[in-house]
């Protein structure tokens, strides 16, 4: 059980265009995503928090405008990375939780490659 | 504000060899404990966690760990490590907050045949 799943599990953009990133909660309701992002040997640096039905709270530095988080239902939440720029490459990776618990299952990522 | 740390950025043992990777935390009470593995390009497995009860929490994999108040540590062990397990394995804290996590920076082990 609580298997979270990501997809594309890695994408290859332009400078300049849009990328959108799905996590999906199979097998629970998740009240809560969160989206991480990864530099490589490095630890995760958390993005975003999102609720399922509200709008995300971003930690700070994180650019709002540049990092769209929706949840619109306790089974999806999307990241779309908007007008990308190399410098956004990076590893994605998101996590769901249920009913405030304690505990965060984690997706297997998104390598994203903007050239 | 809580932190983690995870003094060692890389540990080389070899396989058969027991294994211990260290961590503490900074935090005004107990949190709740967790240990992940990420193999590369992977997300992340639990390992193991604690929220309370008996210190000494086994996990999946053959890991354990031990949980000690007064040392503020969480250190991940396991008697006898096998090549399959070279990984980074992750160390995070759980303060209450909106179930959001505190990572540590992440040990990553190499084995050695």
């Known amino acids: 059980g609580a298997v979270v799943s990501q997809h594309p599990s890695r994408v290859i953009c332009k400078s300049g265009t849009s990328v959108k990133i799905e996590c999906r909660s199979l097998?629970?309701?998740?009240?809560?995503m969160f989206w991480y992002r990864q530099f490589p040997k490095q630890s995760l640096m958390l993005m975003a928090t999102?609720?399922?039905?509200?709008?995300?709270?971003?930690e700070q530095g994180v650019e709002k405008d540049k990092f769209l988080i929706n949840h619109a239902s306790l089974t999806l939440s999307t990241l779309t990375v908007t007008s990308a720029h190399p410098e956004d490459s990076s590893f994605y990776i998101c996590?769901?939780?249920?009913?405030?618990?304690?505990?965060?299952?984690f997706g297997p990522g998104t390598r994203l490659t903007v050239l | 504000a809580q932190s983690v740390t995870q003094p060692d950025i890389h540990i080389t043992v070899s396989e058969g060899a027991s294994l211990e990777l260290r961590c503490n935390y900074s935090?005004?009470?107990?949190?709740?404990l967790f240990w992940y593995v990420q193999s590369p390009g992977q997300g992340l497995q639990l390992l193991l966690k604690y929220f309370s009860g008996d210190t000494l929490v086994q996990g999946i994999k053959g890991f354990e760990a031990e949980f000690k108040r007064s040392q503020s540590s969480f250190n991940l062990r396991k008697p006898s490590v096998h090549w399959s397990d070279a990984a980074e394995y992750f160390c995070a804290i759980n303060t209450g907050t909106a179930s959001k996590l505190t990572f540590g920076t992440g040990t990553r082990l190499q084995v050695t045949l």
């Open positions: 935090y005004g009470a107990t949190p709740y």
């Open positions: 097998d629970f309701q998740a009240t809560t």
């Open positions: 996590s769901a939780s249920s009913g405030g618990a304690r505990e965060q299952f």
């Open positions: 999102s609720n399922e039905g509200s709008k995300a709270t971003y």
